[in-house]
Nanobody, 115 residues
């Protein structure tokens, strides 16, 4: 059974940076595209960034130029470097398979951007 453990969130002021990590176990990580998703209070979970098996990345417009997703196949991990954070980036962040997420989600990591 797949296990997803997200970490690295926290409280940060606008303009600050955070680096999220996601450890994946229980599945053949290397064959999957992966994504970072987020869910803000009262909103649906949405895709933020994705990465292919070979490392190609895509980002939704609101985070382009600010977020960078990467993966380490040896460590079975994905990362999200978030710079120039804005209050609207406040959400719980999750990782999962992309384009079709795994059947279950990890606990997520809370990112709060506030002064």
């Amino acid at each position: 059974q797949v296990q997803l453990v997200e970490s690295g969130g926290g409280l940060v002021q606008p303009g600050g940076s955070l680096r999220l990590s996601c450890a994946v176990s229980g599945t053949l990580f290397v064959i999957y595209g992966m994504g970072w998703y987020r869910q803000a209070p009262g909103k649906q979970r949405e895709l933020v960034a994705s990465i292919t098996t070979s490392g190609g990345t895509n980002y939704v417009d609101p985070v382009k130029g600010r977020f960078t997703m990467s993966r380490d196949n040896a460590k079975k991990a994905v990362y999200l470097q978030m710079n120039r954070l804005k209050p609207e980036d406040t959400a719980v962040y999750y990782c999962s398979k992309y384009p079709v997420p795994f059947g279950s989600w990890g606990q997520g990591t809370q990112v709060t951007v506030s002064s």
